[in-house]
């Protein structure tokens, strides 16, 4: 007996709210680390024109952007450690579950339209080779199959992680239909699909995750159906930081282009030649800048703080990313033993009922 398409995502959506929420407070230290963005330069007094924030623009606008002070400080958070500190600080321990309530919301339906089109992809896959469902692929078929599913799955629940991304990166801790409201006001229907492109080039990362962990699966352990949780919480560690070194810039340019952007009373807001928004709230403040792709996102990245930028974050990502992988597997694997031992009780029962109801 095995398990339908809709019972597989199920047991994978429900795997991954119980390991997400054991982490939460990693991956909202992620978040707010990568979407940080370096002080500008200050300037002699009255000097605003180089970021578009007076009326005249200065030729040389966006390179004023790109040039940063090499001190430390710059960034508001150090590390995972200094995140939570300051959050604890200020909002006390509740303040590590903000935006909890929409990740889990988020987690769940990614993983359940994941798993389901997971499911599907393989099975009509087979169809049209000919072969058994669960016949074995090589690696490359692997990594196709999982990434044409996570891109089939980031259709649908691509807004939802806008939200969740909006809410984390959010000062003023607006609920999540404000937020939707916001989004929908300021930039269309379109908004709750910004980063839709690479989001579609991130589909490689859970296409690597998986397709890394079916091979290892077949190589280490022949194969076998069941993993015990040890085995299962192991190789998706493994499998996941593969996944995450590979795809890091694109993670964290992602995570820029879906954040929030505070324009608080009094701020400043102006438009760089190349099109990007300066946000400033305040002197003292890191400047926000909208971009317009994830190219402008990664070249921005470069500019200001070389490889470091790219893989800034990549500490929690990697811990909140093994830890949730490896938890997501192990508790996968045994939900889905789980709901067959609750199949094979109930056809069972049924059996047994009919079997009387012929007697009578």
Known sequence: ???????????????????????????LSKTIIQTQVKKHEKKNPGDESDTGFSSSTSVNGEDSVYKQKASKGQLKYKNTADVLKKIYEKKGILGWYHGLL?????????????FYWYSIVKRVYAQLTKRPTNAKHSTPTELFLGALAAAISQLFTMPIGVITTQQQTDKQHRSLLQLAKEIYVHDGICGYWKGLS???????????????????????FNNKQFLGPLESFSLGMLAKSLATLATQPLIVSKAMLQKK?????????????????????HPDDEEDIKFDSFIHALTHLWTTEKLRGLYKGVAPQLLKGVIVQGLLFMFKDQLDMLFLFILKALKSRKAKLLAKAALK
Not at 102 to 114: C, D, H, P, V, W
């Open 1 to 27: 007996m095995s398990l339908s398409p809709l019972e597989k995502a199920a047991s994978g959506a429900m795997a991954s709210v119980i390991a997400n929420t054991l982490v939460y407070p990693l991956d």
């Open 102 to 114: 929409s990740s889990i919301l988020g987690t769940a339906a990614q993983n359940f339209s994941y």
């Open 198 to 220: 690479v989001s579609l080039v991130l589909c490689i990362n859970p296409s690597i995750t998986y397709g890394s962990y079916e091979r290892l699966k077949q190589v280490l």
């Open 261 to 281: 952007l505070q324009t608080p009373q009094g701020g400043k807001a102006g438009k760089l030649p190349n099109g990007k928004i300066v946000v400033q709230s």
